[in-house]
Nanobody, 116 residues
C-alpha cells in the first residue's frame, strides 16, 4: 500500500526551479514528521529538509536559502520548493514520514536532474 506519493521531478538547467509534491493520508499528515531526502548516484541517502505538524522546518546546510519545505493542510501534501538549482542537487528525491515508535515510511522517489 503506497502511503506517500511524490511528483514534480524533472530535468532543469542550473539556476532554475522545481517544486516537488508528496501526497499522503490525513493520519500520516497530522501525526508524522515529514521530510525530504535525496540520494545521488554512488552516495548515501541524505536528509534535505524536515517539517513538523507545527510547521517547524529544518534544512541541510547545502540547501539553506535555496529550498523551502511547506505543508498544505487542506491537501495533506508536503512540498519542496527548490530554487537556484545546482548540478550537485541531482539525485532521486524521496518523501519520508517518521514518528517515534512507528516504522518510517518512504515514497517511491522522483528523479531531479540539473544539467546544462
Amino acid at each position: 500500500q503506497v502511503q506517500l506519493v511524490e511528483s514534480g521531478g524533472g530535468l532543469v538547467q542550473p539556476g532554475e526551479s522545481l517544486r516537488l509534491s508528496c501526497a499522503t493520508s490525513g493520519t500520516i499528515f497530522r501525526l508524522y514528521v515529514l521530510a525530504w531526502y535525496r540520494q545521488a548516484p554512488g552516495k548515501q541517502r541524505e536528509l534535505v529538509a524536515t517539517i513538523t505538524n507545527r510547521d517547524s522546518a529544518n534544512y541541510a546546510d547545502s540547501v539553506k536559502g535555496r529550498f523551502t519545505i511547506s505543508r498544505d493542510n487542506a491537501k495533506n501534501t508536503v512540498y519542496l520548493q527548490m530554487n537556484s538549482l545546482k548540478p550537485e542537487d541531482t539525485a532521486v528525491y524521496y518523501c519520508n514520514a517518521a514518528r517515534l515508535g512507528s516504522p518510517s515510511k518512504w515514497g517511491q522517489g522522483t528523479q531531479v536532474s540539473v544539467a546544462s
